[in-house]
């Protein structure tokens, strides 16, 4: 039983920075592998970047160019995605997810808990 609940999404002008923070309770995430998702409306739920349950080892979306940082504190039983040079096409829904086991997965059927989403604007 993990709840997860995102912040820190809102409305940004191009080439801004966003945090999102991912807070989970109920359950530790320390030894489940995690990932941000994201959704446009009409469009498939793509994964952004995954991270294992240690945070040694990280995935991230070619499409993403470097522009985002997945990282987790264990502690504090919380993730991030720290986000610059935002673009329009960054306009989304974004989620994050933990699997039941430490190793990352590319697909999201794959992740068992959800957060509810953030909503992240990039406009002028």
């Known amino acids: 039983q993990v709840q997860l609940v995102e912040s820190g999404g809102g409305l940004v002008q191009p080439g801004a920075s966003l945090r999102l923070t991912c807070a989970a309770s109920g359950s530790t995430i320390s030894s489940s592998a995690m990932a941000w998702f994201r959704q446009a409306p009409g469009k498939e739920r793509d994964l952004i970047a995954a991270?294992?349950?240690?945070?040694?080892?990280?995935y991230y979306s070619t499409s993403m160019k470097g522009r985002f940082t997945i990282s987790r504190d264990n502690a504090k039983n919380t993730l991030y995605l720290q986000m610059s040079s935002l673009k329009p096409e960054d306009t989304a829904v974004y989620y994050c997810?933990?699997?039941?086991?430490?190793?990352?997965?590319?697909?999201?059927?794959?992740?068992?808990?959800w957060g509810q989403g953030t909503q992240v604007t990039v406009s002028s």
């Open positions: 991270i294992n349950w240690s945070g040694g080892d990280t």
């Open positions: 997810a933990a699997r039941q086991g430490g190793g990352y997965s590319y697909y999201s059927g794959e992740y068992y808990y």
